[in-house]
């Protein structure tokens, strides 16, 4: 098994740019959850999912959308890329919410906006 | 919003030294987590706390959760090299959502 798979490793988009960011996952998990990480901020959930065609909302949402067609894929997507959007993203999933402690974390993106 | 305080934010120790850090919050939390993260990997799940007062080891790892569920410490004995990376915590709230600290880095000088 694979895990949990992001790609790409590291982009650098110019402000005003749009990309989807990748994730898959092989382990038929229910959950799967979009987080970023800022230098001396931890981890801030962005988007959770807790089944095909079922998304909502975390902690900082804005200028983040999210689609999940299938339960292997969760993509994130920046539409109107800024500069506050540079950071480190993380795909993880879980079996299930109440032991979602049990997440499993893919290798993140490295993502600049310049 | 609900806030884990995290310290220290970071850690300089000789190879052999002990570790303790510590996570502090104004909220109850029903679990605490412990995660490392290796440089340019996610976080990895260490220990995980389900009850007030509980002492967890996992090898040279202890973790415990607060008596009054505000707090978690983590311990590690006689580090290594490889003990190098940051160390979150994580508070679980209803609705099994994850809080979490803002990361403790640990250097360890061989």
Redesign the interface.
Known sequence: NAGVTQTPKFRILKIGQSMTLQCTQDMNHNYMYWYRQDPGMGLKLIYYSVGAGITDKGEVPNGYNVSRSTTEDFPLRLELAAPSQTSVYFCASSSRRTTNEKLFFGSGTQLSVL | ?QQ?N?SP?SMFIQEGEDVSMNCTSSSIFN?W?WYKQDP??????LI?LYKAGELTSNGRLTAQFGITRKDSFLNISASIPSDVGIY?C?G?IE????I????TELSVKP
């Not at chain 2, 609705?95 to 994850?98: E, F, H, R, V, W």
């Open positions: 919003g884990l995290q934010q679990t987590l340019g990997e996610g976080p990895v799940l995980a979150f994580a679980q609705g099994g959502k994850l979490f600290g803002q990361g």
